[in-house]
């Protein structure tokens, strides 16, 4: 199930994508510091990342960052492409994750990729200045996964994954998704 819930918030993620253009790719988006280019960047490298680590490769160099060239959406699409083909084939029981420098079990691994596709869709549409929709059990399924990413000085330290959490009392369940995760459900506010 949570391998089908991330390959939906990938594909929206990639619709979201697709909407990009040129002139966009300098906007400011909620990752505190990147433009969407620098987002793009980001998910690319991350989507062959975790490709690689459900075939149980162990390096960086599945991880590193690579240019988007003249089609940043094209490139991006074939990015998530390919990590869909991968969580959809046999993967490793432990996905080995060098950036964190731990392994995990499958299952939390995905639940790793599901979460920040969910939040990063949500940074792509509002970094264009448009809406995203994700249907109800998707937001059911991301929201314990949400509550699970660890608090605390993790999310303080340099190059932290989120922020610390956002006090939000109220809204739809993708805002508290993301205040849970550092970012302002009303950004830019």
């Known amino acids: 199930m949570l391998i089908e819930m991330d390959a939906r918030a990938v594909r929206t993620g990639v619709a979201?994508?697709?909407q990009v253009r040129a002139a966009d790719l300098a906007r400011p988006t909620p990752c505190a510091g990147w433009t969407l280019r620098d987002l793009l960047t980001h998910m690319t490298a991350q989507h062959y990342g975790f490709a690689a680590a459900s075939?149980?490769?162990?390096?960086?160099?599945?991880?590193?960052?690579?240019?988007?060239?003249?089609?940043?959406?094209g490139a991006y699409r074939a990015a998530a492409g390919h990590v869909l083909a991968a969580f959809a084939g046999d993967v490793v029981a432990e996905f080995p994750l060098?950036?964190?420098?731990?392994v995990v079990p499958a299952e939390r691994a995905i639940g790793f990729h599901f979460i920040d596709y969910v939040v990063h869709a949500w940074d792509v549409a509002r970094a264009l200045g448009v809406a995203v929709e994700f249907e109800t059990d998707l937001l059911d399924a991301?929201?314990?996964?949400?509550?699970?990413?660890?608090?605390?000085?993790?999310?303080?330290?340099?190059?932290?994954?989120?922020a610390p959490e956002v006090a939000w009392p109220g809204g739809t369940r993708l805002d508290r998704i993301v205040a849970m995760l550092g970012r302002s459900p009303v950004w830019p506010d």
Do not use: C, H, K, M
């Open 16 to 18: 979201l994508v697709d």
């Open 55 to 73: 075939r149980g490769e162990e390096g960086l160099d599945g991880w590193r960052l690579r240019d988007l060239g003249e089609d940043p959406a």
């Open 98 to 102: 060098p950036e964190l420098g731990v």
């Open 142 to 162: 991301a929201l314990p996964v949400a509550a699970a990413v660890p608090g605390g000085q993790a999310r303080t330290a340099p190059g932290a994954a989120f």
